[in-house]
């Protein structure tokens, strides 16, 4: 299965049998980014991502990518992205390429 449809499957809760919802390529890219924070990736104050939103979009007074990204993103749209974050730091802490789409 590849990455993208587990990831749709997943982030819709296809497992607990809910509705299933599409997931966008946008969607995702906030939701892999913001795992990318909880893994390591530098985004505080003075991180590359954080005064790229300062200085393209004038969210000088954040200080943290999620509350930088907060601002374009609806809240509906933002806990979704949280949802699907979580279920990434999980499959990757947990090295479950199966379901990160990565297994052969």
């Known amino acids: ?3 993208n449809r587990r990831l749709f ?3 819709a809760g296809a497992v607990a049998g809910t ?5 966008d390529a946008p969607l995702a890219a906030i939701a892999w980014e913001l795992a990318a924070c909880d893994m390591g990736y530098p985004c505080g ?3 590359r991502i954080v005064l ?3 200085a393209y979009r004038g969210y000088c007074d954040d200080y943290f990518y999620d509350d930088a ?3 374009d993103e609806g809240p509906v749209r933002m806990a979704r992205a949280q949802r699907l974050r979580g279920d990434l730091v999980h499959a990757l802490r947990r090295q479950d390429w199966n379901w990160l789409g990565l297994a052969g």
């Open 45 to 47: 104050p003075m991180s």
């Open 9 to 11: 499957l997943q982030s």
């Open 52 to 54: 790229t939103a300062c």
């Open 69 to 71: 990204i907060a601002r």
């Open 19 to 23: 509705t299933l919802l599409p997931l």
């Open 1 to 3: 299965m590849s990455l």
